[in-house]
Structure formats: structure tokens, C-alpha cells
T-cell receptor, first 115, second 116 residues
Framework: EAQVTQNPRYLITVTGKKLTVTCSQNMNHEYMSWYRQDPGLGLRQIYYSMNVEVTDKGDVPEGYKVSRKEKRNFPLILESPSPNQTSLYFC??????????????FGPGTRLTVL | GDSVTQMEGPVTLSEEAFLTINCTYTATGYPSLFWYVQYPGEGLQLLLKATKADDKGSNKGFEATYRKETTSFHLEKGSVQVSDSAVYFCALHLYAGGTSYGKLTFGQGTILTVHP
């Protein structure tokens, strides 16, 4: 089954404790992206990757890191989490970055709480 | 910058009622437009899309028409069901050729609850 998977689905942590949220897709997509969802704000892009070893900042990159060593994986790293990073996080992928009407496929989400 | 504005929710309807969720956009170019749906506890799924003016996207009884003159992409369904209860997001993607990076710009989402 074609899908985007994320782990963990739920995570409660404390300020300053490094964490990684994994994302993997099995569709051979070139483009991957991380979004965070906050009430009243919709989804905002954190980082994206056009292909292996190519990553760039989205609209809200502060406090996050990413890497793209393999095509299928795109982990999100919080080196020193803070309470304002409490949010619902989504990983997404698409075949290509550009093109008209290019559909993005979303993972199930990771709900992160930073105390 | 590019932006999407959705009607404020939540929206509560009875089964078989008519649904409209308004969406308007601002974009510097000529975007593709999408409606995504998020069912409770799940990720976003593409509901429908339109890539050029006057295109109508449709799926599962939902429809939306790309109106360039009013910069709108309103979502409609003639008869909602309880199973349509979800959060609906309007989004745009602006393809700028070589400089495009695939970002979707989302509205804030509209919560729809349908009662039997």
C-alpha cells in the first residue's frame, strides 16, 4: 500500500530533550516536506526537500533540523524542544515539487507536547 | 505573499443539508487550488483540485469551481452525511517553474459537524 508513515504518533517530552520524528514514504517520491498544524493557523511548512541531500527552509524553520540521506526518509529533528513547538506535525510527499495540480500525500500526523 | 482565507467555523449541519464552505485566495501568479479533508485522528487527504480558471473539481459528491475573477474556490455539497464530519482545508500551490518548491499554502481549516 502506497503511504507515508510517521513515528511516533504521540510524544510527550520535556524542554531541551532532543527528539526525532521519523517520516518514510514508499512511493519513490522526490519531494518531501514537513508541516505543523496549529489551531486557527492551518498548516505551515517547516522544511522541505527536493531530492536526496537537497533541503531548504520553509516558513517556520526555527528550532528544527532535517536531513535527507535516502530518498524514502525525511526525519524531523528538534535539538532542544521548547513549549512553543507543541503542535501536530505532518510529513508529506509528492512525485515532484513542481507541476500543476501536483498532489501531496500526507502522513497520519505526530502530536507532540513539550512540557 | 500568497494566502488563503476560509470561512470561519465550526459549521454544524443536519444530515441531507446543503453545504458551502467559502475559500478565497491571494496569489502573485496563477495557482492550482485544492481542497483537503482531515477525518478525526487521520492525516490530510486530497478531496478535489482544479488547475485552471473555470475548472470544476469534484469527488464524493463535493464540488468546487476555480473562479479567477473572484479569486475563489468555494466547496459545495448538495446533501451532507454524518460521515462527512471532518476538517476541510483549502490550499493553493503556485508553480513558478524552476523556482517552485512545492509548498502548499493552507487556509486555517473549517470544522464541519453533521448531525443525524
Amino acid at each position: 500500500e502506497a503511504q507515508v508513515t510517521q513515528n511516533p504518533r504521540y510524544l510527550i517530552t520535556v524542554t531541551g530533550k532532543k527528539l526525532t520524528v521519523t517520516c518514510s514514504q514508499n512511493m519513490n517520491h522526490e519531494y518531501m516536506s514537513w508541516y505543523r498544524q496549529d489551531p486557527g493557523l492551518g498548516l505551515r511548512q517547516i522544511y522541505y526537500s527536493m531530492n536526496v541531500e537537497v533541503t531548504d527552509k520553509g516558513d517556520v524553520p526555527e528550532g528544527y533540523k532535517v536531513s535527507r540521506k535516502e530518498k524514502r526518509n525525511f526525519p524531523l529533528i528538534l535539538e532542544s524542544p521548547s513549549p512553543n513547538q507543541t503542535s501536530l506535525y505532518f510529513c508529506a510527499s509528492s512525485l515532484l515539487a513542481g507541476g500543476f495540480g501536483n498532489e501531496q500525500f500526507f502522513g497520519p500526523g505526530t502530536r507532540l507536547t513539550v512540557l | 505573499g500568497d494566502s488563503v482565507t476560509q470561512m470561519e467555523g465550526p459549521v454544524t449541519l443536519s444530515e441531507e443539508a446543503f453545504l458551502t464552505i467559502n475559500c478565497t485566495y491571494t496569489a502573485t501568479g496563477y495557482p492550482s487550488l485544492f481542497w483537503y479533508v482531515q477525518y478525526p485522528g487521520e492525516g490530510l487527504q486530497l478531496l478535489l483540485k482544479a488547475t485552471k480558471a473555470d475548472d470544476k473539481g469534484s469527488n464524493k459528491g463535493f464540488e468546487a469551481t476555480y473562479r479567477k475573477e473572484t479569486t475563489s474556490f468555494h466547496l459545495e455539497k448538495g446533501s451532507v452525511q454524518v460521515s462527512d464530519s471532518a476538517v476541510y482545508f483549502c490550499a493553493l500551490h503556485l508553480y513558478a517553474g524552476g523556482t517552485s518548491y512545492g509548498k502548499l499554502t493552507f487556509g486555517q481549516g473549517t470544522i464541519l459537524t453533521v448531525h443525524p
